[in-house]
């Protein structure tokens, strides 16, 4: 193998074809849908020497049908650092991603950068579901241990339930007056759903000084279907969200563990 091998496979999967726009390209990749990765030039109107790159417009719809949203923090940010490696853009009224105009001797390297970055972006789809939801909770672990853990142990991954070791919450915080705080980090069905499942069965033990949080993600959380939020809102889980004021949740949770303010509350021994 060599380069002009490399070189004449590649193009061989090119294939151009004029369009009102400029040229419609189909490439040699393949998204994960398996559809062929398609590229647009856009020859800048009255500038016949200047074109940009851009996609068909339905790129982020066929993301947020795979879960991806760019609403939060850490996959706005993860969105927004991409597009800026790769010199792109997104236009929200157009609702599409392109690259700046470039004279047409600069196309070329152009197009392999815009080619990369919607290959890449594909990567966008590993910040959803799973790994979005990993994301948020270590975002909350951060913020727990930010403004608690001076005086509270963090447990992770326990059971707020004395005996009841299948109904594990994401954090568990307890007073020394018998207090305990059941979190949970809802970015999904599934945590949504365990929440549930921990208040119900705190009402078939007949648990006493336990109190149930689910933090969302934002205060319109992308991941829970309707019924399930309706069955939280109708539940005596608590419920928060994480985006905007924080402070304010730190206040909430010290209300809910019954701290005064200026008492001392410590980790449970």
């Given at each position: 193998m060599?380069?002009?091998q490399?070189c004449?496979?590649?193009?061989?999967?090119?294939?151009?074809?004029?369009?009102?726009?400029?040229?419609?390209?189909?490439?040699?990749?393949?998204?994960e849908?398996?559809?062929?990765?398609?590229?647009?030039m856009?020859?800048?109107?009255g500038i016949?020497a200047r074109?940009?790159f851009?996609?068909?417009?339905?790129?982020?719809?066929?993301?947020a049908?795979?879960?991806?949203?760019?609403?939060?923090?850490?996959?706005?940010?993860?969105?927004?650092?991409?597009l800026?490696?790769?010199?792109?853009?997104?236009?929200?009224?157009?609702?599409?991603?392109?690259?700046?105009?470039?004279?047409?001797?600069?196309?070329?390297?152009?197009?392999?950068r815009?080619?990369?970055?919607?290959?890449?972006?594909?990567d966008?789809?590993?910040?959803?579901?799973?790994?979005v939801?990993?994301a948020?909770?270590?975002?909350l672990k951060?913020f727990?241990e930010a403004?608690?853990?001076?005086?509270?142990?963090i447990?992770?991954?326990?059971?707020a339930i004395?005996?009841a070791?299948n109904y594990?919450?994401?954090?568990?915080?307890?007073?020394?007056t018998?207090?305990?705080?059941?979190?949970y980090?809802?970015?999904?069905e599934?945590?949504?759903l365990?929440?549930?499942?921990?208040?119900?069965?705190?009402?078939?033990?007949?648990?006493?000084?336990?109190?149930?949080?689910?933090?969302?993600?934002?205060?319109?959380?992308?991941?829970?279907?309707?019924?399930?939020m309706?069955?939280?809102?109708?539940?005596d889980?608590?419920?928060a969200?994480?985006?905007?004021?924080?402070?304010?949740?730190?206040?909430?949770m010290?209300?809910q563990?019954?701290?005064?303010?200026?008492s001392?509350?410590?980790?449970?021994?």
């Open positions: 060599n380069v002009e490399v004449k496979e590649f193009c061989s999967g090119l294939k151009a074809t004029e369009v009102p726009m400029g040229l419609a390209i189909a490439t040699p990749f393949k998204g849908d398996g559809d062929a990765v398609s590229i647009y856009r020859k800048q109107v016949e074109v940009r851009e996609e068909d417009g339905q790129l982020l719809a066929k993301l049908e795979e879960g991806f949203t760019a609403d939060t923090q850490t996959r706005s940010s993860a969105f927004s650092s991409l800026k490696k790769h010199g792109a853009f997104f236009d929200e009224e157009e609702w599409l991603i392109h690259s700046e105009y470039v004279a047409e001797e600069q196309a070329p390297a152009a197009f392999l815009f080619l990369e970055l919607m290959v890449r972006i594909d966008l789809k590993l910040l959803s579901k799973t790994t939801a990993r948020f909770k270590d975002d951060e727990l403004n608690f853990s001076d005086n509270f142990e447990q992770e991954e326990e059971s004395d005996g070791d594990v919450s994401d954090f568990v915080m307890k007073t020394l018998g207090r305990t705080l059941a979190i980090a809802v970015s999904s599934v945590k949504a365990e929440a549930l499942l921990l208040w119900q069965e705190a009402i078939r033990l007949n648990v006493k000084d336990l109190t149930i949080l689910a933090v969302l993600e934002n205060s319109k959380p992308q991941g829970l279907r309707q019924n399930t309706s069955r939280l809102m109708n539940s889980v608590n419920l969200a994480f985006d905007n004021a924080q402070s304010d949740l730190v206040k909430k010290e209300r563990l019954e701290i005064s303010e200026g001392k509350y410590h980790p449970e021994s």
